[in-house]
């Protein structure tokens, strides 16, 4: 690495280190990390494109990294090159007038939500771990269990500061809610992934604080009870979460929170919040309609904590024994028989695999857990399971992203995006040193 004493004139640079070597892709199907990169933390867009000005002359990679809590390899330097992280760009303000949280990319998500409390006001997503990034966040175009009621990233993204692949800082946007102005660079960076430019701050629209809630817990006998409930529901008002779990889900929500679900009965069970007790209200009834076991409305905060946290710490309880956790994203009418059908194809693969997910907005989490022998025809059963929901109308990534993991199947299930991917690539980076072999596969 003959230059990094050159770039040691541009910018302070850091020895590697496992820190900035691995993101939150599950190991067995994290992509491997080189040894030979060093670290740089620039602390606004003029370093950013200083750096990026000497790395292209060079063609030199440049793996960008915001909180590292992807789970698509986004983040992991693959090849020889420059990790740059975000974590110098934490400026943070809030114009509460306009209702826009200016920020720099290394804010975390925990740091918008309270700079937007303090104000008086919230940041409504919950797209992903609290120490992602605001950069992290809108390169991924992050979602999460909001996304029904409030969309994902993109909808928060009204401008951007991004430096490209030649060292060009380019203000898009601004802080206005419309913009029909040509193409919209703008979100062609979102959901980027650190391949077309790099985003060192953002303007993030701000919403008023969220009302009271009210949480539902609703056991059903089977898959198709819950999801016929589903679109019942949805089509009737907009809750700010609606989501599923199968009963083993449940069962391990329940042993790493030590809080207890409302029943172990039922294939199927639905945890739904409301804005309005009104809606809860109206949402029950037809829960009862559809053949609900049981209704149970948590309105206090310790209850609903309960029942959110038995949900929400169902990953952790898995972590350790999945090959990976997949995030296709379907109609959402769609669900029940895409369980059923993935479930068969698992059968035949034998393969177990555990789901839950954001029924609301048809973005299903299914973890195939480890078994003896998986190299052998995981990845066969993997590219069937992909290509399933490919076929009722599906993504292959509603919300994590393709990163270093799903190249293959993006570009098998969608040649002709693929491709004009590729070109729009070259186009805004000609050498090809912006996360080089993500996303759009090696060049
Ligand atoms: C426990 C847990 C829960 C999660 N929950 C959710 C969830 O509910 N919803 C969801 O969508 N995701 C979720 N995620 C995934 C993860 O939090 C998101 O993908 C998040 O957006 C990643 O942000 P980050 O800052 O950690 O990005 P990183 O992992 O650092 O990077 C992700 C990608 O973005 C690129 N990137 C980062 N910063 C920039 C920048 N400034 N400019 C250009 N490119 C950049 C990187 O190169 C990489 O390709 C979860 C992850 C964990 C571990």
Redesign the pocket.
């Known amino acids: 690495m003959g230059w990094v004493e050159e770039l040691s004139e541009i910018v302070e640079v850091f020895s590697p280190s496992d820190a900035y070597a691995y ?2 892709t599950p190991p067995l199907i994290a992509p491997k990390p080189v040894q030979n990169f060093v670290v740089v933390k620039p602390e606004n867009a003029n370093e950013v494109s200083a750096v990026l000005k000497f790395a292209n002359r060079r063609k030199i990679s440049v ?10 390899g ?2 992991v330097p693959t090849e020889e090159g420059i990790v740059l992280s ?1 974590e110098r760009m934490t400026g943070l303000e809030v114009d509460r007038e306009n209702r826009v949280a200016e920020c720099g ?1 290394g804010v975390t998500l925990k740091q918008l939500d309270d700079a937007a409390f303090k104000n008086d006001l919230s940041f409504p997503l ?4 609290e ?3 605001v ?6 175009n ?4 909001r996304a029904l009621k409030y969309g994902t ?1 993109r909808n928060y993204v009204l401008g951007l500061e991004v430096v490209l692949a030649d060292g060009r800082i380019l203000e898009l946007g601004g802080k206005t809610i419309k913009n029909s102005s040509g193409y919209s660079i703008l979100h062609l960076l979102v959901g ?4 077309l ?4 701050r953002a303007k993030i629209r701000l919403f008023p604080q969220l009302r009271d809630m009210t949480v539902l817990a609703v056991p059903f006998p089977t898959m198709d009870n819950a999801m016929d409930c589903v679109v019942e529901i949805s089509a009737r008002m907009l809750p700010l979460a609606l989501e599923f779990m199968e009963k083993r889900a449940v069962e391990i929500g329940e042993r790493v929170s030590g809080e207890k679900w409302v029943s172990r009965d039922g294939e199927a069970h639905l945890l739904m919040v409301f804005e309005s007790f009104d809606e809860a209200d109206e949402a029950a009834k037809i829960a009862q309609n559809f053949g609900a076991i049981d209704v149970y409305a948590a309105t206090t905060k310790k209850d609903r904590d309960r029942l959110l946290r038995v949900r929400g710490l169902i ?2 309880g898995l972590r350790k024994d999945i090959i990976e956790i997949l995030d296709a994203c379907l109609p959402p009418a769609k669900i029940a028989e895409y369980w059923r059908r993935s479930n068969e194809l698992a059968e035949k693969y034998g393969v177990d695999i555990i789901t839950y997910g954001h029924a609301g907005d048809g973005n299903i989490h299914q973890h195939p857990l480890i078994y003896d022998g998986w190299e052998k025809s995981y990845f066969e059963f993997r590219k069937e399971l992909l290509k399933l929901a490919v076929s009722f109308g599906g993504v292959i990534s509603g ?3 393709i ?1 270093a993991v799903k190249t293959s199947e993006l570009r098998e299930f969608f040649p002709e995006q693929f491709d004009l991917m590729r070109r729009i690539k070259l186009l805004f980076d000609p050498n090809n040193i912006l ?1 080089p072999g ?1 996303v759009v596969g090696k060049i």
């Open positions: 993101d939150e793996f960008t990294r915001g909180g590292g809590t992807g789970l698509s986004g983040a975000t990319a919950h797209p992903g771990a120490t992602a990034t950069g992290g966040m809108i390169a991924t992050a979602g999460g269990v990233m980027s992934e650190g391949t430019g790099i985003i060192t990953y952790e919300e994590h992203g990163g996360n993500k």
